[in-house]
């Protein structure tokens, strides 16, 4: 008997394999043929929403669409009980950056006190709210910060941060200018700056769109200027795990 039912269920899960394959493959199909301006699909799954499939393109640009793909739908997908955005919480998984896999070698670090603590920063050097967390970030103590130079407001960014990332003290030309509004000199000739193009590039591809950007060791990332209260909490939380 139990070699019978276990036989109908594996009849059973391959006939639901193949189902959901063919269903992806519709899908992929129409939504290919009818908006071949959509990027390649990576990926096709089915949501909690009866007959609503997501659909992942670009590696985190989220839609959705029926069983058929006769209709696309761009925007986010709340969960009214729970009061939870569906598509934020995909996004941000899918956008994460664990800290350990961050690139440090493309950063410069600033160690205050024992270190122990530890964050990393995307930052443009003509952002103003830059220049605010840059203040509150002075009254933290015992941590040990990762500055990843993040030029995304232009030209004029980009020649500050190679300026910067040329200098002989990285961190004191930093802070020069952002706490002071030294302007650094202009960056040497042979100077490699590729670190400063791979950081744009790994900030696109995990969706860093704004300026300052913090990352956590907990895997908490938090975009805007946060107060020294915020950044207290935010590194407590971090060292908790």
């Given at each position: 008997m139990q070699r019978i039912l276990h036989t109908l269920l594996l009849a059973l899960l391959t006939t639901l394999s193949v189902g959901a394959l063919a269903?992806?493959?519709?899908?992929?199909?129409?939504?290919?043929?009818?908006?071949?301006?959509?990027?390649?699909?990576d990926e096709v799954r089915k949501t909690d929403v009866p007959g609503l499939y997501?659909?992942?393109?670009?590696?985190?640009?989220?839609?959705?669409?029926?069983?058929?793909?006769?209709?696309?739908?761009?925007?986010?997908?709340?969960?009214?009980?729970?009061?939870?955005?569906?598509?934020?919480?995909?996004?941000?998984?899918?956008t994460a950056i664990p800290f350990e896999n961050l690139p440090f070698k493309d950063a410069f670090t600033m160690v205050r006190g024992?270190?122990?603590?530890?964050?990393?920063?995307?930052?443009d050097p003509n952002c103003g709210y830059c220049k605010r967390f840059e203040r509150d970030l002075q009254k933290v103590d015992n941590v040990t910060v990762y500055f990843f130079l993040y030029p995304?407001?232009?030209?004029?960014?980009?020649?500050?941060?190679?300026a910067i990332w040329c200098a002989k003290d990285r961190t004191l030309a930093w802070q020069d200018w952002m706490l002071r509004?030294?302007?650094?000199?202009?960056?040497a000739a042979m100077c490699d700056t590729s670190p400063i193009t791979r950081n744009v590039a790994l900030g696109?591809?995990?969706?860093?769109?704004?300026?300052?950007?913090?990352?956590?060791?907990?895997?908490?990332?938090?975009p805007g200027a946060v107060d020294t209260k915020k950044i207290e909490q935010l590194l407590a939380e971090a060292s908790k795990g």
């Open positions: 269903q992806e493959a519709t899908i992929r199909k129409n939504i290919a043929a009818r908006l071949p301006q959509l990027k390649a699909i997501e659909l992942r393109v670009n590696g985190s640009d989220i839609y959705y669409t029926d069983a058929q793909g006769n209709y696309l739908i761009e925007g986010s997908l709340i969960d009214t009980r729970s009061q939870r955005n569906l598509t934020e919480e995909r996004v941000e998984k899918l024992t270190g122990e603590r530890k964050m990393a920063v995307f930052e995304i407001l232009g030209a004029d960014s980009t020649e500050k941060t190679k509004d030294q302007v650094p000199p202009a960056a696109r591809k995990h969706k860093i769109t704004g300026t300052p950007t913090l990352l956590f060791t907990n895997g908490a990332r938090v």
